[in-house]
């Protein structure tokens, strides 16, 4: 069993920051590539960002230059650093992992948190 928990969603005024957290725990032998998503009500789930095992990144170029992923790979945990957030940002923001549990490679994901920013 494999469980991606996240965390550090909240609701923040224009040109605010916040940072979430994305634990994987459960029956992993090894994370490849992880990385936040975001929905909005009645819309599809998009990319925000992702992260390889060996750290290269990629971003939505919504989110250039304002949000930050990186990993700790001692504590099977991403984050997301957001910075000069925008109403626009407001979604559910979900965690995403490939994970490695030595019978199966699969994705799995989070149960989301709610990041909402007022204007």
């Known amino acids: 069993q494999v469980q991606l928990v996240e965390s550090g969603g909240n609701l923040v005024q224009a040109g605010g920051s916040l940072r979430l957290s994305c634990e994987a725990s459960?029956?992993?032998?090894?994370?490849?590539?992880m990385g936040w998503y975001r929905q909005v009500l009645g819309k599809q789930r998009e990319l925000v960002a992702t992260?390889?095992?060996?750290?290269?990144?990629n971003y939505a170029d919504s989110v250039k230059g304002r949000f930050t992923i990186s990993r700790d790979n001692t504590k099977n945990t991403i984050y997301l650093q957001m910075h000069n957030l925008k109403p626009e940002d407001t979604a559910v923001y979900y965690c995403?992992?490939?994970?490695?549990?030595?019978?199966?490679?699969?994705?799995?994901w989070g149960q989301g948190t709610q990041v909402t920013v007022s204007s």
């Open positions: 992260i390889t095992s060996g750290v290269s990144t």
């Open positions: 995403n992992a490939n994970i490695n549990n030595r019978f199966t490679i699969r994705n799995y």
């Open positions: 459960g029956s992993i032998f090894s994370i490849n590539a």
